[in-house]
């Protein structure tokens, strides 16, 4: 059974940074692409980034480039978040997501799914 669990979610304010985790527990020993998704009240849910298998390669939504970084410890099967610069507009449910691919991380199409951190940005 395949687990995805966020954690370091919360309030800060603007200009702020948080540190988003997700520990994962069974998925295959290699070849899963990691992404990070958002929600935001009334929204639909948004890719924010992703990370391949090897971490060579990442792609990320233009609205966070430069200001978000995603890294995994695949020896842990972790995936990371940093937010650094957080505006408002970046508050949303953050969740992570898993797909089975040894290719670069697509924006949708995620078979695995955690049940989401809360991150809200003051103002």
């Known amino acids: 059974q395949v687990q995805l669990v966020e954690s370091g979610g919360g309030l800060v304010q603007a200009g702020g940074s948080l540190r988003l985790s997700c520990t994962t527990s069974?998925?295959?020993?290699?070849?899963?692409?990691m992404g990070w998704f958002r929600q935001a009240p009334g929204k639909e849910r948004e890719f924010v980034g992703g990370i391949n298998w090897s971490g060579s390669s990442t792609r990320y939504v233009d609205s966070v480039k430069g200001r978000f970084t995603i890294t995994r410890d695949n020896a842990e099967k972790t995936v990371s978040l940093q937010m650094n610069g957080l505006k408002p507009e970046d508050s949303a449910v953050y969740y992570c997501?898993?797909?089975?691919?040894?290719?670069?991380?697509?924006?949708?199409?995620?078979?695995?799914w955690g049940q989401g951190t809360q991150v809200t940005v003051s103002s």
């Open positions: 997501a898993a797909t089975v691919t040894a290719g670069p991380p697509p924006t949708g199409g995620y078979q695995y």
């Open positions: 069974g998925l295959p020993p290699s070849n899963y692409v």
